[in-house]
């Protein structure tokens, strides 16, 4: 499985940008799919989670602003960023865990995409 990440690009503060990122293939199980990010010298964190129970998980610095969601017809998974700040900028990955078969356990991300806030 192959994970591809898009929707990146440079945004203004206040604005809105909707990352995707779709599976190369459909997924045995999954237990939950997010998005993280990874700043210029700081450490990858979780920005949203969705579990196979559609159980929703944000970071407190994005809540009420981000909203990840998911079309398991499409094998995509989305974040929508709205009221974006220059603290948002970052390199934002996906990320999938769950099993490739019944004895298989899977965790797979994406290649990341860079977002840019300006002011």
């Known amino acids: 499985v192959q994970l591809q990440a898009s929707g990146g690009g440079l945004v203004q503060s206040g604005g809105s940008l909707r990352l995707s990122c779709v599976a190369s293939?459909?997924?045995?199980?999954?237990?939950?799919l997010g998005w993280y990010r990874q700043a210029p010298g700081k450490q990858r964190e979780l920005v949203a989670l969705?579990?196979?129970?559609?159980?929703?998980n944000y970071a407190d610095s994005v809540r009420g602003r981000f909203t990840i969601s998911r079309d398991t017809a499409k094998k995509t998974v989305y974040l929508q960023m709205n009221m974006v700040k220059r603290e948002d900028t970052a390199v934002y990955y996906c990320?999938?865990?769950?099993?490739?078969?019944?004895?298989?356990?899977?965790?797979?991300w994406g290649q990341g995409t860079q977002v840019t806030v300006s002011s």
């Open positions: 990320n999938v865990r769950g099993f490739s078969d019944p004895w298989t356990t899977l965790d797979v």
């Open positions: 293939e459909a997924i045995f199980k999954i237990d939950s």
């Open positions: 969705i579990t196979s129970g559609a159980n929703t």
